[in-house]
């Protein structure tokens, strides 16, 4: 596959799939400020590397919430990789467990979490969102719980769906809708459509009861709001932590008062997340909030970061300014929708060979002993911050 970064296996994967499903992979919300912000706020931290350092010998492993990783990533919870590729979530389970790193199991999976866990890999995380119901939400714990998940991460910043215009223009569905405005589009994607046509039927594998009938096209907005619960507040995480023995991780947290409160609630990670800027178009970036995250945890618990992560440079600016790992989406579904377990193999090959050359290059031959040093000083200051945020 000729793909020597994660930006080639985004436009292979721009030209593998039909526009309205690509854009809703790359797409945000509203203006997608938030989504440049991911990436732009990267670009201006700025490594401090040193010289005549033995680099002989380098190393990216790291354990988190008790879970021992080649690489400081994990592939964070996406919902509907099946709609990029037959048993996508099964190809990223797999991939993922070849190269010894980190893999979280989306609620909205197009694969169940016992399809995973037996085809797949055995300790992924798996990733919640609590339902209106919440004797299925408690069913889905239960669920994880008997397939072996060693995580179990809540996301919290998504009481409603975020307004997310390309995928309103593009009358998107699930699974996809054809129709006549979009018949020449799809025409052209003939390796996709029939992979399509010949693989599983695309639906929501953790959300539909063994037997029951399919349901037929629907909105990702209308599939939210007929699931997920405004009313969710901390008395569910109290509720989670109180079933769940296991490490609990809370993603979704931009604001260092609510990460103290998640501290104070139990949780044993906080995931530092914009929900790649689907859902508050104008909340900062995540890296931008991570300093003052961390600080504010002050090692109570660990800290993740989810959001822009592009290069293993991004990576190592990450775990310089206190994050223990990072959480990519986008990247692997890139990979995925490029090439099948092939792509996911692929993107994960990037990333490891680039936080090697950056860690050498750098100075820093052991990730886990990184720290600000790493950053031209002033690094965790470089970015706006809101009155009361993170930072």
Not at 159 to 181: A, C, I, K, S, Y
Request: hydrophobic fraction near 45%.
């Amino acid at each position: 596959m000729n793909a020597v970064n994660i930006e080639d296996l985004r436009r292979l994967a721009r030209r593998q799939l039909p526009r309205a499903v690509f854009e809703f992979v790359d797409g945000a919300a509203n203006d997608e400020q938030t989504l440049a912000a991911n990436r732009r706020d990267f670009e201006r931290i700025w490594f401090a590397p040193r010289v005549l350092v033995d680099v002989g010998e380098r190393s990216q492993a790291v354990r988190v919430l008790g879970q021992d990783y080649a690489s400081p990533f994990v592939f964070g919870p996406t919902g509907l990789a099946g709609v990029l590729w037959p048993h996508g979530d099964l190809a990223t389970a797999r991939a993922t467990a070849k190269a010894g790193v980190g893999y979280c199991l989306s609620t909205n999976a197009n694969a169940s979490i016992e399809q995973v866990a037996q085809q797949g890999r055995k300790d992924f995380w798996f990733q919640l969102y609590v339902q209106r119901d919440r004797g299925l939400a408690k069913e889905l714990v239960d669920r994880a719980r008997a397939a072996g998940c060693p995580v179990l991460c809540v996301t919290v910043d998504l009481p409603v769906q975020g307004p997310r215009e390309r995928d309103e223009r593009n009358g998107f569905t699930v699974p996809p809708r054809l129709g006549l405005d979009n018949v020449f589009d799809y025409a052209r994607r003939l390796g996709w459509l029939w992979r399509m046509a010949t693989g599983p039927r695309i639906g929501f594998g953790n959300l539909e009861a063994p037997g029951a009938p399919k349901s037929g096209l629907t909105t990702v907005a209308q599939h939210i709001g007929k699931q997920f619960d405004p009313t969710v507040s901390w008395k569910e995480i109290d509720w989670l932590r109180g079933m769940w023995s296991g490490p609990l991780a809370v993603k979704g947290i931009l604001h260092a008062d609510d990460a103290r409160l998640a501290v104070q609630h139990g949780v044993d990670a906080v995931i530092v997340s914009n929900h790649g800027g689907r859902q508050l178009d104008g909340a900062p970036s995540a890296i931008s909030a991570l300093p003052g995250i961390v600080d504010a945890v002050d090692g109570r618990a660990e800290v993740l970061v989810d959001g822009g992560v592009r290069r293993g440079s991004d990576i190592v600016k990450a775990l310089a300014l206190g994050a223990r790992a990072c959480l990519l989406g986008r990247a692997s579904l890139y990979g995925l929708a490029a090439g099948g377990e092939a792509g996911v193999s692929r993107a994960i090959e990037i990333l490891r060979k680039e936080i090697d050359i950056t860690l050498t290059l750098l100075g820093r031959p052991d990730i886990a002993a990184l720290n600000r040093s790493a950053l031209r000083p002033g690094a965790e200051a470089a970015f706006w911050s809101p009155p009361g945020g993170a930072g």
